[in-house]
């Protein structure tokens, strides 16, 4: 199973909406996330493994109380196998918007 993958099985429990990189769909409430990997543990030129650093970003209206929900996703991605998830605020005006920033790292 690959990380994308992963992450998806991961919030699955939550029944909201999950894409790679967007999200085209009608729900006001979704999770869109990106997974950029970076080369670690070099041994004779080479790496060893790969350290993916992902975010998961949760959209949604300012009127929904996310406490619950930002625990939950915290609680799955950690259960999951991932580091546990850094949570930063980005809202804008209309939109609320937390992002999850967390790790994973797989063998090459």
Known sequence: MNVNE???KAVQPLSI?????????????YLVFSVSPLPVD?????????KNLVQLHLYCSHTLNTILLRKQIK??????GFTYPVETDAS???????????ED????
């Open 42 to 50: 070099f041994a004779d030129d080479f790496p060893q493994h790969i």
């Open 17 to 29: 909406p999950c894409a790679a990189n967007e999200y085209t769909g009608e729900e006001q409430t």
């Open 75 to 80: 609680k799955l991605i950690a259960q999951a």
């Open 92 to 102: 804008e005006k209309g939109t609320q918007h937390i992002v999850f920033e967390f």
């Open 6 to 8: 992963r992450i998806q």
């Open 105 to 108: 790292v797989e063998a090459v």
